[in-house]
């Protein structure tokens, strides 16, 4: 699985993910600090990443239907420090061996909510 992570996420988001043998890329490996997220998605899916972010703009399932794209994790947590973050994306890998492709995902320190195709 390839991931991208959201510019709003530590950078060392990415090496949990990595050192969990996944490739994992930021949005500033590619310079796309700043951009819109129409371009954020646009890069994903041409690249076939899943996006993981803090952005709730991407938990629109009209804007961004499950099953339109590789995958999206969205990250909901009141404290968006370090290591919160950190851990949160450490507890999504041994969870990721089935998530489906397309899903929508939202992180919350008790819960993983999954939104497939279909539903919307």
């Given at each position: 699985?390839?991931?991208?992570?959201?510019?709003n996420l530590?950078?060392?988001?990415?090496?949990?993910l990595?050192?969990?043998?996944?490739?994992a890329?930021t949005i500033?490996?590619?310079?796309?600090?700043?951009?819109?997220d129409a371009?954020?998605?646009e890069?994903c899916c041409?690249?076939?990443?899943?996006?993981?972010?803090?952005?709730?703009?991407f938990?629109?399932?009209?804007?961004?239907?499950?099953?339109?794209?590789?995958g999206?994790?969205?990250?909901r947590?009141?404290?968006?420090d370090e290591?919160?973050?950190?851990?949160?994306v450490?507890?999504?890998?041994?969870?990721?061996?089935?998530?489906?492709?397309?899903?929508?995902?939202?992180?919350?320190?008790g819960r993983?909510?999954?939104?497939?195709?279909?539903e919307?």
């Amino acid at each position: 699985m390839k991931f991208k992570i959201d510019e709003n996420l530590p950078t060392e988001c990415a090496t949990v993910l990595r050192t969990a043998g996944f490739d994992a890329e930021t949005i500033e490996d590619e310079e796309l600090s700043g951009a819109p997220d129409a371009d954020v998605f646009e890069v994903c899916c041409r690249e076939r990443r899943i996006l993981v972010t803090l952005d709730l703009d991407f938990a629109n399932v009209r804007a961004y239907a499950p099953g339109t794209h590789p995958g999206i994790i969205v990250i909901r947590s009141r404290s968006q420090d370090e290591p919160t973050l950190k851990a949160l994306v450490g507890r999504v890998v041994p969870e990721l061996e089935r998530m489906g492709a397309g899903e929508l995902w939202i992180v919350e320190p008790g819960r993983i909510r999954i939104r497939e195709k279909g539903e919307g």
